[in-house]
């Protein structure tokens, strides 16, 4: 028995800080069943939000290592001290390999005029080239897109299936959230409030089930009503226990299963925070599901956005996403060259 919603209005105006955990509730009586196929209501879209700013949510960033980096990039390219930018980019987390390999790079150019102008074209020729107007895709015009969100535990996952959800439906997609979180019934209920807030249809299973079975009947409903976009939330894991690493490409080869040829989006959201440590969890996750995008959360709380960096040279994935903060307006495409631009500003 799974549980289906149809979306309500968005709450204009309501809280946009994380979703708070509501209290645990009975499941809902099955719905009808020709409730399932009732024409959506297209809920107006939220306007109270705001978006968020690069430069701001890279305050940080730009006020740690970068300020000291800039400050030692003043001469040119011969009078450098180019020892002290290689362990600044360290501390900035971009990596040992990765910092020496970018100043070996940057000491080489002849053609720059400042030693800075090296560093930052060699740091943006390490970005994985992505429109910022990406889009998940649909194989067929009859099929959703499908995204589906992995990631170990507390690394913003369900918020960035919030803040996508009200990018989505702000551009008059129709989105279903899929609650394949279901290891605690509070992780149900935290997305059910995403759901409702941003006028999303929402299909979520009892506490316990099995997240593939949620993403079965997700895929169906989404189908079946002609949804544009389904996001699927998934429990935290630890890429060390295997048998949760399973369970993650079992949800994938349903959709790959459900939806032949649809080529999901698999967004790896990443805690920026947690620095080189998050390369070890995303090769994991990678090598298991196929990551083919990367989300960097939280990159308002670190000192270090040199993980962007890291991350794309030892993925190579795209960074689609960076998150800025805890509102719903706080999540920006990545653009690599205004990110760059803004880490220099
Ligand atoms: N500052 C900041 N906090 C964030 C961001 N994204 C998520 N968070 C917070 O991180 C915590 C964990 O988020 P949650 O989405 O529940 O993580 P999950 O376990 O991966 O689903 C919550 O307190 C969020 O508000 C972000 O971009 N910036
Ligand atoms: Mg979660």
């Known amino acids: 028995m799974f549980h289906f919603r149809k979306p309500k209005q968005p709450e204009v105006g309501a809280e ?3 979703a708070p955990e509501a209290p645990a509730r009975e499941p809902a009586a099955e719905p009808a069943a020709e409730s399932l196929f009732e024409v959506e209501a297209h809920a107006a879209p939220a306007t109270d939000e705001t978006p968020g700013d690069l430069a701001e949510g890279l305050q940080k960033s730009r006020g740690g290592f970068m300020s000291r980096l800039r400050g030692l990039l003043k001469s040119g390219p011969a009078e ?169 490409a079992k949800m994938r ?12 989006e698999v967004l790896f959201v990443l805690d920026a925070t947690t620095g080189q440590n998050g390369l070890a969890q995303a090769r994991v996750f990678h090598e298991t599901v196929g990551l083919t995008g990367i989300v960097l959360a939280k990159l308002d709380s670190t000192a270090k956005g040199g993980i962007v960096f890291a991350i794309e040279d030892a993925l190579h994935v795209p960074v689609r996403f960076v998150g800025v903060g805890e509102k719903l307006g706080d999540l920006l495409p990545f653009d690599p060259a205004a990110f760059v631009s803004a880490l220099f500003a």
Request: net charge negative; with cysteine; glycine share 8%.
């Open 16 to 18: 946009a800080e994380q």
């Open 253 to 264: 080869r349903v959709i790959d299963r459900r939806l032949p040829g649809a080529a999901p």
């Open 80 to 248: 450098a001290d180019w020892d002290s930018v290689e362990e600044l980019l360290i501390g900035g987390d971009v990596g040992g390999a990765l910092a020496a390999e970018v100043v070996e790079r940057a000491r080489a150019r002849k053609d720059s005029p400042t030693a800075e102008a090296a560093v930052r074209e060699e740091l943006a020729a390490l970005l994985i080239p992505s429109d910022p107007r990406w889009r998940p895709a649909r194989a067929t015009p009859d099929q959703p897109a499908v995204l589906l969100m992995v990631g170990v535990n507390g690394t913003g996952k369900t918020t960035t299936i919030g803040k996508l959800a009200h990018l989505y439906r702000a551009e008059g997609s129709s989105v279903l959230l899929a609650a394949a979180d279901t290891f605690r019934a509070a992780a149900i209920d935290q997305l059910r409030i995403w759901s409702d807030r941003s006028g999303c249809q929402f299909v979520s299973h009892a506490p316990g089930a099995d997240p593939a079975a949620v993403i079965y009947d997700a895929i169906d409903a989404a189908v079946a009503r002609h949804v544009d976009i389904v996001i699927a939330d998934t429990a935290g894991r630890l890429h060390t226990k295997s048998n949760l690493m399973d369970e993650l």
